[in-house]
């Protein structure tokens, strides 16, 4: 059983910086893929970011690329998503999840991710 905590999240002005964290506890996930979705009241979830197993294949939706950073460290069992230059847009509950069927190409399609946290809110003001 794998159990995903996400924290950071918060209120920041537009603009801003967050960075978020989701911490792994129950099962090792340093040989899995990992990403951050997120969801906004109304709209469906959608992906944010992902990274393979040693951080060396990361893949970002277009509308934070450039803006958002996803990283990992496996000895600390947590990923981590640091979010530049916010706009309100980016408003949402910020959720990570692990596949467990995947290493080295991490996927955007979030029904292929097994476990997921509860997720952490982020709120951008204009």
């Known amino acids: 059983q794998v159990q995903l905590a996400e924290s950071g999240g918060g209120l920041v002005q537009a603009g801003g ?3 978020v964290s ?4 129950g099962r090792s996930l340093s040989n899995y893929a990992m990403g ?3 969801q906004a009241p ?3 979830r959608e992906f944010v970011a992902a990274i393979n197993w040693n951080g060396s294949t990361t893949k970002y939706s277009e509308s934070v690329k450039g803006r958002f950073t996803i990283s990992r460290d496996n000895a600390k069992n947590t ?3 640091q979010m530049n230059s916010l706009k309100p847009e ?3 509950v910020y959720s990570c999840a692990v596949d467990l069927h995947r290493m080295v190409n991490p996927t955007t399609s979030s029904s ?3 476990y997921w946290g509860q997720g952490t809110q982020v ?3 204009s």
Do not use: I, N, P
Not at 22 to 25: D, E, L, Q
């Open 22 to 25: 989701c911490a792994a506890s």
């Open 42 to 44: 109304g709209k469906e």
């Open 79 to 81: 990923v981590y998503l």
């Open 36 to 38: 951050w979705f997120r």
């Open 112 to 114: 292929e991710y097994e």
């Open 90 to 92: 980016d408003t949402a």
């Open 123 to 125: 709120t951008v003001s």
């Open 17 to 19: 910086s967050l960075r």
